[in-house]
């Protein structure tokens, strides 16, 4: 990113935060054994995606740091008739960005719940940018589409 100071052209990188809650659900296990309670759900999904993303680079993303110290919460969630208790563990990246469309696999996500930018202050968009920007995420959300079209047909 590109950022004018005065007559200055200085590149620096965005600094963001994002709030990515992972969902766990109840197993219930084969005759008396094996059931696993929402909450150690949610914490094996929480888990197997920190280390996913410790060890899967991901383009013009620096993980900075991984806030594990959340606590996992419960939401009781309607499907038709039906309620059932959900649990959630939530995490809190601190990234570091080149393009803020290095975002948008993640933005695109389910689990993705808040973002906030921590530097810098104001940023201005050319126009080239802001149209990469709105095609790489229409392009984003239609490959999350058909991902979701290919889980659910079988």
Known sequence: ????IGNELLTEHIRVRIRVDFRGESKNGRFFFGGKSKEIMAET??????????NVPLQGIIIEDVDLSLDVYTVSEENGR???EVAYAPI??????ENIDDLL??????????IEFLSPENISLHRLDMERLLFRLSQS?????RMLEQ????
């Open 82 to 84: 039906r309620h059932h």
């Open 141 to 145: 959300f239609q490959q999350e589409l």
């Open 45 to 54: 999904m929480r888990e197997q995606q920190v280390a996913l993303l410790r």
């Open 92 to 97: 809190i990246l601190t990234l570091r960005i």
């Open 1 to 4: 990113m590109k950022i004018r």
């Open 151 to 154: 889980k659910y047909s079988r």
């Open 105 to 114: 696999p993640l933005l695109i996500k389910p689990e993705f719940r808040k």
